[in-house]
């Protein structure tokens, strides 16, 4: 594994400056994969936001040209509203995330913030203003202080603090030998898969961008801390436009609106009462997950 963190460790080196819009080590994978195919226009200009609205408007794409994945998919997000994606395996939901942090250009269409079409402005500017909680969040093999500053240039040890506090981490950091300049990850203390998602929170607040794209956690958190982180993120999302990529329907059930993917099209859209009363896909996905949890808590 060392062997492995070694190369991450240079590639983090190398790309930190250039990328600073880049959050996590997984998301910077899917952006080396891709980089050839996603290119700034010349003379682009930056991302500008006032009111951080966003939009896909008849998005076709595919990652091959022989499978379309999502055959002309239109939403629209409000400023500061809350929109999760559901759906079953494979529908398209982290796609959409993908396309939205633009590590691919729709094959027809536009995905437009706060007016403008993201494949016009440049990348930097665009991904500086897209915060990613991403679903197994990876650390540097540096201090936690240095884990959390990586979300923007310049952070200063009081802007960690107020990012700690919030990410609820702060207990966590009063225990450690050195603080915020303990060693994390292969060299030093290991974290658990919460510890390390408040870290990817704290990172994000550090970086304070007004959209949010949560891509819910898959890996296995016990349920008291999965709420915890919960109510965690629902804080930090308050007040930003966040697009939520749900695996499991019990933690966005309080969006301002759910949008039920199918075979990268959109089946159903509504709040949670709505849909449950259209009795359709969501309605049989929600009947089916309480009914999983059920048998758990039996089994248990
Ligand atoms: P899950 O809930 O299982 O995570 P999802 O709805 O997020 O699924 P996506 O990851 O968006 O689904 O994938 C949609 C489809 O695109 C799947 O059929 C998947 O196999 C395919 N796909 C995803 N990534 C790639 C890729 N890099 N190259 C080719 N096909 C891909």
């Known amino acids: 594994l060392t062997q492995l963190f070694r190369p991450l460790d240079m590639l983090g080196m190398v790309y930190r400056t250039v990328r600073q819009g880049m959050i996590d080590m997984g998301a910077m994978f899917r952006l080396i994969d891709t980089e050839a195919e996603v290119k700034d226009v010349p003379g682009a200009p930056a991302l500008v936001i006032n009111r951080p609205t966003l939009a896909f408007e008849d998005v076709v794409f595919g990652y091959e040209p022989e499978r379309t994945i999502l055959h002309g998919l239109s939403f629209e997000v409000p400023a500061g509203n809350h929109v999760a994606i559901v759906g079953p395996s494979g529908a398209g939901k982290s796609t959409i995330g993908r396309l939205l942090f633009r590590f691919y250009d729709p094959r027809s269409g536009r995905i437009l913030i706060d007016g403008q079409d993201i494949a016009r402005v440049t990348q930097a500017s665009l991904r500086d203003k897209i915060g990613i909680v991403p679903q197994d969040s990876v650390l540097f093999n540096d201090t936690i202080g240095y884990n959390i500053a990586y979300g923007r240039d310049g952070a200063t040890r009081e802007d960690i603090e107020i990012a700690a506090k919030a990410a609820a ?19 030093g203390l290991k974290l658990s898969g919460g510890e390390k998602q408040r870290v990817a929170i ?61 075979h990268g099209r959109l089946a159903e859209s509504g709040s949670h009462l709505e849909l449950l009363r259209r009795d359709g896909l969501y309605a049989e996905m929600w009947a089916r997950q309480q009914a999983e949890a059920e048998q758990g808590e039996e089994a248990a």
Not at 169 to 187: A, H, K, S, W
Not at 231 to 258: F, G, N, P
């Open 202 to 262: 704290a990172r994000t607040l550090v970086k304070d961008p007004p959209i949010l794209l949560l891509d819910e956690a898959t890996s296995a958190l016990d349920s008291r801390t999965e709420q915890e982180i919960l109510r965690t993120l629902r804080r930090v999302s308050e007040h930003r436009t966040t697009l939520a990529i749900a695996h499991r329907l019990s933690t966005i059930a309080d969006a301002d609106r759910i949008l039920v993917l199918d």
């Open 169 to 187: 981490i702060m207990p966590l950091i009063e225990r450690l030998p050195e603080g915020f300049d303990t060693e994390v990850g292969e060299r």
